[in-house]
Nanobody, 123 residues
Framework: QVQLVESGGGLVQAGGSLRLSCAASGSIFSINAMGWYRQAPGKQRELVAAIPSGGSTNYADSVKARFTISRDSAKNTVYLQMNSLKPEDTAVYFC?????????????????WGQGTQVTVSS
């Protein structure tokens, strides 16, 4: 079993910054891509940023130049540095990871989700 635990959400004024962290733990063989999604009230969940195990990062147009995703592979942790926050960034932010596990000699790859952390940006 794999768990993703997020931290770092909170309330911040417009123009401020927050840093989200997400640590993966459990029976992990390898982690392929990790990323952050968000879901605002009444809206669908959307991709914010993603970072594969190798290769370039990917950002939603709405957060480019303001948010930076990074990962520490040794710690199975992904971060999201959010600067110049806007009220429209208010949402629950979810960590996502595509994880390969080996159990009973079976190799399985699937996506896992964190429980979500609230980010509220006041105007």
């Amino acid at each position: 079993q794999v768990q993703l635990v997020e931290s770092g959400g909170g309330l911040v004024q417009a123009g401020g910054s927050l840093r989200l962290s997400c640590a993966a733990s459990g029976s992990i063989f390898s982690i392929n891509a990790m990323g952050w999604y968000r879901q605002a009230p009444g809206k669908q969940r959307e991709l914010v940023a993603a970072i594969p195990s190798g290769g370039s990062t990917n950002y939603a147009d709405s957060v480019k130049a303001r948010f930076t995703i990074s990962r520490d592979s040794a710690k199975n942790t992904v971060y999201l540095q959010m600067n110049s926050l806007k009220p429209e960034d208010t949402a629950v932010y979810f960590c996502n990871a595509r994880v390969t596990t080996v159990q009973d000699m079976r190799v399985m790859t699937r996506e896992y989700w964190g429980q979500g952390t609230q980010v509220t940006v006041s105007s």
